[in-house]
């Protein structure tokens, strides 16, 4: 039996669709930690099978930090122009830039392995890849560039 509380709770906490949380939440017998592993697991899975597909849209994306001493321009691709005008994408973008500014990396490879500066139990590669099985759509980090003061 699915609880409407369970799937509310979900669906806010991760964006996924109804469905699939309907699906996961009967395979785990209702448990929503099990069924937050499942979500995941399959957000993997999904981000797998579209990183093979051609990413020409996109933004670009800037933060300023407060100081105004750094500041950061991240190239964030997808497939298609209408993903790239949501505010999801768009709110990724803006997230990785921050991230980019506090800790500094030195190439894609290291920023994609670093912790989460929101949330350390996350890599920004899982944080591209929940964003990839919410959108629907093949998302890269292009390139980006750090000024600082």
Do not use: W
């Amino acid at each position: 039996m699915v609880k409407i509380e369970d799937l509310k709770k979900i669906r806010e906490t991760t964006g996924v669709s109804i469905e699939a949380i309907r699906k996961a939440l009967e395979e785990a017998g209702g448990e929503v930690e099990k069924a937050l592993e499942l979500l995941k697991e399959r957000g993997t899975l999904v981000a797998a099978k579209k990183a093979s597909r051609q990413t020409g849209e996109g933004i670009v994306s800037s933060y300023i930090h407060a100081n105004g001493k750094v500041g950061v321009m991240v190239k964030l691709l997808c497939e298609t122009d209408f993903v790239a005008r949501t505010e999801q994408f768009k709110e990724l973008g803006h997230e990785i830039a921050m991230h980019i500014a506090a800790m500094n990396p030195a190439s894609v490879e290291e920023l994609i392995a670093q912790p989460y500066v929101r949330n350390q139990v996350q890599t920004i590669d899982q944080l591209v890849k929940d964003c990839i099985s919410k959108l629907g759509e093949n998302i890269q980090i292009g390139e980006f560039c750090r000024f600082e003061i």
